[in-house]
C-alpha cells in the first residue's frame, strides 16, 4: 500500500497522525505487517488503534511496531471490541495501553473500572481469574448489542438501545432511516442484560440523569 504510507506521511508532515485498522466488516481493509512497519517508521506517527477482530493481524500491528524501532514513541490502542479484557492484559512485544472502544460508548462507568482493573493486573504481573472470566462476559455482551451475528448491521441501533433503555436516548433512530435492530437482536439484548447485570450503570445512570438532562 504505498500510496497509504505517502499520504500518511504527508498529513504527518502538518500534524501528530494516529493510526486506525478498521476491520473489513464495517469498510476497513486487510493491511499487512509491512505496512505498518512502514507506518510505524513515520516519525509523526503517535499512535495506532487496532481493531481488526482478527487475533492474527492484532499481532501484525504489535509485531511491526515493535520491529520499527520507535515502539516507545507510538501508543497502541485496542478497538476489537471481541477481546478487549486480554488485549489490555496480555504482555504482548508492546503494551496495548488504552482503548478506542465501540463499548465504551455506553456502560462507561464501569468500562472505566474494568480498564482500571486491567491495568492494576498488568503492574502486579497477575491477571487474576476474574479478569478472564470478566473477558468472555463482555465479549458475550458486545455480541449482542453490536449484532455480530449478523456482520454487524445493527452495530449502531444496538449502542442506541442500551443508551435509550437509560434514558440517555429518546429512541434507537439512526441517520440512516434503514439502520435497525436485526431479528432476534432485542432478543439477544436482553439475554445478556440478565446474565450480566453487573456490567451495566444504570443505577449510576439514574442517579445522575436529571441532572444530565437539565
Given at each position: 500500500m504505498p500510496q497509504l504510507i505517502a499520504h500518511a506521511r504527508a498529513v504527518a508532515e502538518i500534524i501528530p497522525v494516529f493510526g486506525f485498522y478498521l476491520q473489513p466488516a464495517v469498510g476497513g481493509r486487510h493491511l499487512?505487517?509491512?505496512?505498518?512497519?512502514?507506518?510505524?517508521?513515520?516519525?509523526?506517527?503517535?499512535?495506532?488503534?487496532?481493531?481488526?477482530?482478527?487475533?492474527?493481524?492484532?499481532?501484525?500491528?504489535?509485531?511491526?511496531?515493535a520491529e520499527s524501532g520507535r515502539a516507545k514513541e507510538i501508543a497502541l490502542y485496542t478497538g476489537n471490541d471481541d477481546n478487549i479484557v486480554m488485549d489490555l492484559v496480555m504482555p504482548y512485544e508492546v503494551r496495548i495501553v488504552g482503548g478506542l472502544l465501540g463499548h465504551w460508548a455506553f456502560w462507561t462507568k464501569k468500562a472505566v473500572a474494568q480498564h482500571a482493573a486491567c491495568r492494576r493486573a498488568v503492574r502486579s504481573g497477575n491477571v487474576p481469574v476474574s479478569l478472564l472470566r470478566l473477558a468472555s462476559e463482555i465479549t458475550d455482551a458486545n455480541a449482542a448489542i453490536f449484532d455480530a451475528a449478523n456482520g454487524f448491521a445493527g452495530c449502531i441501533p444496538g449502542i442506541h438501545e442500551i443508551l435509550r433503555r437509560q434514558g440517555l436516548l429518546a429512541g434507537r433512530w439512526c441517520l440512516d432511516e434503514s439502520e435497525v435492530l436485526s431479528s432476534g437482536q432485542l432478543a439477544a439484548i436482553d439475554r445478556v442484560r440478565q446474565a450480566y447485570p453487573h456490567l451495566n450503570d444504570d443505577a449510576f445512570v439514574a442517579e445522575h440523569l436529571d441532572d444530565w438532562l437539565r
Open positions: 499487512g505487517p509491512d505496512f505498518w512497519r512502514a507506518f510505524a517508521q513515520i516519525e509523526n506517527v503517535v499512535a495506532i488503534k487496532i481493531a481488526p477482530f482478527d487475533r492474527y493481524r492484532t499481532l501484525d500491528v504489535i509485531r511491526a511496531v
